[in-house]
């Protein structure tokens, strides 16, 4: 036999075997290739210290770009096009174009995703690797197709985000602070301005306007002995004196504040950390990691799941800036008690309504009609950030925990954190109302 000749078979036959591995490994992480692409997402949103509600915004629209996309491949899955607000129909691929609408999908995350944050090495470095290595299993002409059907999708998302008023709200006039009793007052240790008091001129995904699941209970200050304004602060006053551990540890676990201050004499330094919204796309990556969820299925939960959150911020900062609430620590350091202090750090923004509660039960929502109201899971979000991982028994578990430590926190009422979870629920059986009705029925 010509050695040449068998030399020529025996590496046509590698890299046939090459390529096949190649195909099978891909098909198995098309999943874990979209939780890598929210992982890197959520690192680079913390590391540019986006706030939590700008932080929704960056987790919505990347995730609503590859659904759009990947939904192609599984006709069972709902359009998001058309039903929410400003998104017409999106292009699609040409009939004598193949594309791998996979590919298509990774490539409009990622320039969508560039297009948001600060740090966009971060991404395009992940998309300059990730063609690379499609271009080591051939058919270029195929690749090609799909990375073009990619950007045209990613071209239609940013020119619909940048119809958002997002950039027109960044000039917008900042909160002034009323000398009105009983109304938000700048907290320490920063004693910064009020953070994005005009969220709610943001165009929203599913609300018919921002103020459309306004609680009706509200909760108006009041220092009389009788109001339940006074009941709610006492309440709250007695509890954080007498935190036990595992309140304690709630609270830090559930924290989420993407900058926390810290002053030792005189050092000053910031922490940062995930937001709410980064840490229930992480238990969203969990729940479908845990159910082995196809890349689609995977695609469909952080799609709705993202546009509950970005949704559910719209709302409740609607709220807060509306009802313009003290927080605990003014009123209990002037009326209580001089050298009280919450167990965390109070967030730069009125109190009512709470952001964690309406966001935590929106999400819980979403996740609940996808995986099911016993869906156990063990969260390990907050590793990382020094904390053990948790196991809940539901969604709605975790959300509970979520509102709760806010309030073991010192940083809201009793009473707002009631009232507050029925808010993000209402957001929540919105979205799948409009997105995915089959699932309430």
Request: aromatic share 14%.
């Amino acid at each position: 036999m010509n050695p040449q000749s068998s030399l020529k078979k025996i590496l046509l036959l590698f890299f046939f075997f090459v390529n096949f591995y190649l195909q099978a490994v891909n098909a198995q992480n098309k999943a874990e290739t979209l939780h890598q692409l929210n992982t890197l997402l959520i690192n680079t949103v913390m590391v540019d210290f986006f706030t939590p509600s700008v932080a929704s915004r960056i987790y919505a629209y990347p995730n609503i770009a590859f659904y759009e996309c990947i939904r192609q491949d599984d006709p069972s899955l709902p359009a998001l096009s058309g039903k929410l607000n400003g998104l017409k129909n999106i292009t699609t691929a040409p009939a004598n174009s193949k594309v791998d609408y996979f590919i298509a999908a990774c490539i409009s995350f990622s320039y969508v995703a560039q297009n948001l944050v600060g740090s966009e090495y971060k991404i395009m470095d992940w998309r300059n690797n990730f063609i690379d290595s499609l271009y080591l299993q051939g058919d270029a002409a195929l690749i090609k197709n799909s990375l073009q059907y990619g950007l045209s999708v990613a071209d239609s998302i940013i020119a619909w985000t940048r119809k958002d008023n997002y950039l027109k709200s960044r000039g917008m006039s900042r909160f002034v602070i009323s000398d009105k009793p009983g109304t938000w007052q700048a907290t320490p240790l920063e004693y910064a301005q009020a953070l994005e008091p005009n969220w709610n001129t943001i165009r929203p995904f599913t609300l018919k306007s921002p103020s459309q699941f306004s609680p009706k209970e509200k909760l108006p200050y009041s220092m009389s002995k009788s109001s339940m304004f006074n009941k709610t602060l006492m309440e709250l006053y007695t509890l954080t004196n007498n935190l036990d551990t595992i309140q304690k540890a709630t609270a830090m676990y559930w924290d989420d504040n993407p900058n926390v201050a810290v002053n030792i004499g005189h050092l000053s330094y910031f922490i940062h950390k995930i937001s709410p919204g980064g840490h229930w796309i992480m238990i969203t990556q969990q729940a479908c990691i845990k159910k082995g969820e196809s890349v689609d299925r995977s695609a469909f939960a952080y799609a709705l799941t993202s546009i509950a959150l970005f949704d559910a911020f719209i709302s409740c900062w609607d709220e807060k800036y509306k009802t313009n609430l003290i927080r605990p620590i003014t009123v209990i350091n002037q009326f209580v008690d001089k050298n009280w202090s919450p167990y965390i750090q109070t967030p730069p923004f009125p109190e009512f309504t709470s952001g964690h509660s309406v966001v935590s039960n929106a999400g819980a929502t979403i996740l609940t009609a996808l995986f099911g109201e016993n869906f156990s899971f063990t969260d390990e979000t907050e590793i990382p950030f020094g904390n053990t991982a948790r196991h809940f028994n539901s969604f709605f578990e975790a959300a509970h925990q979520s509102t709760m430590s806010r309030v073991y926190g010192g940083i809201h009422y009793p009473e707002t954190a009631r009232i507050s979870i029925n808010q993000g629920k209402n957001i929540g059986k919105n979205v799948l109302k409009i997105l995915y009705p089959t699932a309430l029925k």
